[in-house]
Structures are given as structure tokens and as C-alpha cells.
């Protein structure tokens, strides 16, 4: 009954959320907040938004001094296109860090590139007495080359996939955090980051999100999980003016993450929920003792 609960809660919610003008003469009823931030950057409505905490680096030499607790060498290396740092809500003291090497020449912007250009860096700082940042746990290091020459998908960063056919999306470039409270034991926090896929295929347009959970295991940083939490397809037009309006909105479904209070193996269980207007169907993940979780059962009702 708990279960059915948080999902009655979260379909209301949604039911209740106000639309948002995205161009001048078109209110869609779009649900999901990041869906419609997403939606207006696409349409060029709105500026980029700084969700990595760019602000912070107000002197360049106090992002080359964080980059340097991660690996010496690139702090004198690469194009750095995107970086920030957040404090990491709920847990004093601790900040998480994001760096994106960028190979191409392009203006700054506030999201990260296609990782596979690049190097993607994510660590777990602390600020300690001394008021210096030090590194909390290994930091986990993706490798655009390598990333771009695998073929066999074993290199899960940023690749995403249907949740219902596991077909593969596409590989997207992170987008923002999710500080949601996610608590995966009870000594093991998570927090997510965020990446969008998105398509042009004519006449039909498609934003997809997905998150990467990310824990320390071990004493290092890990992608724990990687699952689709948004889908957004629509088609536009262009007006006289030249400008593009959005035309219609086809399908939205938002895929929330629960987590169960008992466990496996000493880490919680992950319920993936995908809504449906009669019922729903959800993936639970478990953990699988080692490094990561990992798809156990598929329930639910339509």
C-alpha cells in the first residue's frame, strides 16, 4: 500500500502542474520541469542554463587547482569546455565536481559536450579545515576515444536506452545534477547526473532524458546505475518571422526512480516506474553485491 501510495502521490502532482509559455502563440501542458527548460532551450526561448555551478570558477587558477587533485597532468592539458562545482545538499562539507574536456573549437556554453569527444570527469570533494578542497574517493574518469570506439556497448556512460525494448537510444551529453535524496544502504548516499539524448526526426522531434547514479564503493567513485527518466516528442514550424514555434506535443512520459527501504545484499532495491493512463509496469533493479546494480524482476499492470 505504500508502494501504490507514492505513485498516487507522484501522478498528481503532475496532474496539478502548470503549463508554460514556450513560444508566442503555443502553451503546451508540459508535466516535467526539466522537460520544459529542456524544451525551451531547444526552441532557443530561453538562455542555457548553468546547472554544473560554473559561477564558482570566478578565478580561472581555482579550477586548474581542482583538476590537478584529480589527475596533474590535465590540469595543463585539454580544452576544458564545461566545468562546475555544487555543494552536495544534505551532506556538509561535500561538493561534487565536473569537468569536460572538449576537442573541437566551440563558444562556451553551459552544459557539457558530446562525451565522446572528451575526456568526462566527476569527482567527490570535501572542504576541509584549512578551507582546501581534497579528494573524498577516486574519481570516476571517462575517456571519450575510448568511449567512441566501442562497439560492443560495454562503456555504459551516457548510453541510453528504451525502457521497454532496451533498444539503444543513443549516446547524450549531461545536462545537470539530481540531488534527489537518494540513500542506497544505510551508509551509502547516491546522487545523480543527468544527460539528454535528443533526435530530428522529420517531422517528429524527441528529447530524452536519462540518470546516472553515482556512489562511492570501495573508495571510488561509481556509475551505479543508468536508467531513462524522460521522454518528450513533439514537432515544430516555422512562422513568417522565421522564428520556431512549438506545433505539437505527440507524447510525454516522465519514469521516476523509488527507492525501497528493505535490501539486498545490505544496498536498497531501485523501482524504475513507467506511468501508463490505466496502470503502470516497473523494473526493479537490485544490487549485485559487487559494483553495481542490476535488473531482477518486471512487474505491474495495464
Known sequence: MKFVGIILLLFTSMVMAKPIKVSQNSYPTIKYKAGKEYLAEQLSRSEQKDRFGRHFFANPQEFRKILALVDPELAAQGKWHSMGIQPWPNHPGNYIFIACDHQTNQDEQFFCPDPAQGKTIIALLKYNAKKEFILAAKPWINDGEALAEDRD??????????????????????AGFDFTRYRLSAKVSAFGLKYIVTHNHRPTKTIDEGVMLFAVING????????????????????????????????????PLIVQS??????????????RKKGFWATRYVWDGINRYRIYISYGSD
Open 220 to 255: 571510488h567513485l561509481r556509475p551505479l546505475l543508468n536508467v531513462p527518466t524522460y521522454h518528450l516528442a513533439f514537432d515544430t514550424e516555422t512562422g513568417d518571422d522565421g522564428t520556431i514555434h512549438l506545433n505539437h506535443v505527440f507524447e510525454e512520459n516522465i519514469y
Open 262 to 275: 528493505n535490501s539486498y545484499k545490505g544496498m536498497h532495491i531501485v523501482d524504475w516506474i513507467d506511468q
Open 153 to 174: 556497448d560495454k562503456n555504459k556512460a551516457f548510453l541510453l536506452r528504451d525502457g521497454d525494448s532496451d533498444e539503444i537510444i543513443g549516446r547524450g551529453r549531461p
